[in-house]
């Protein structure tokens, strides 16, 4: 016997975590000097319906990216430790830029106190290396409905 839930279509299907109320999908920019990290991260994105809007290789590479992407990027993932610039300088410019942006910082462990001085500068939430994708998504979708 066929259950209702096997029928494609029949209203059972998870809508993806990286859809808005209207069907579009969120532009993340992936901002981290690992290319290892950042390809996990647009995998762990684009898995959940959400458009990789662009990545970028350290702080500098990032501000400069979300300013030619504003106002159509919803959400920025950010390194804490890269080169050239790093991930709380280049928060604190992308905050100064646009006082609404959504940040996420992204850390090792024992980054602790690095952590608390962003989420006082502004940055709306944290995920820790290694990833664990349900986390990932779990913060992203809590700071983007909220």
């Not at 279509?9 to 998870?14: A, D, L, Q």
């Not at 995998?43 to 959940?48: A, D, G, H, P, Y």
């Not at 430790?81 to 090792?108: H, N, Q």
């Amino acid at each position: 016997m066929i259950a209702k839930s096997d029928i494609p279509g029949s209203g059972n299907e998870k809508i993806p975590e990286g859809l808005k109320s209207d069907g579009s999908p969120y532009r993340v920019l992936v901002v981290d000097d690992s290319m290892f990290i950042a390809k996990q991260l647009g995998q762990i994105f684009t898995s959940e319906g959400f458009e990789l809007a662009g990545t970028a290789a350290d702080g500098a590479q990032g501000l400069e990216r979300y300013k030619e992407m504003y106002p159509n990027i919803d959400l920025v993932t950010m390194d804490i430790t890269m080169p050239v610039m790093d991930g709380v300088s280049a928060l604190e410019k992308i905050l100064e830029f646009d006082k609404g942006a959504m940040v996420i910082m992204v850390s090792a462990l024992g980054k602790e106190d690095v952590v608390k001085k962003c989420l006082l500068t502004g940055a709306k939430s944290y995920i820790v290396k290694p990833l664990d994708r349900k986390k990932v998504l779990e913060r992203v979708v809590s700071v983007l409905k909220r």
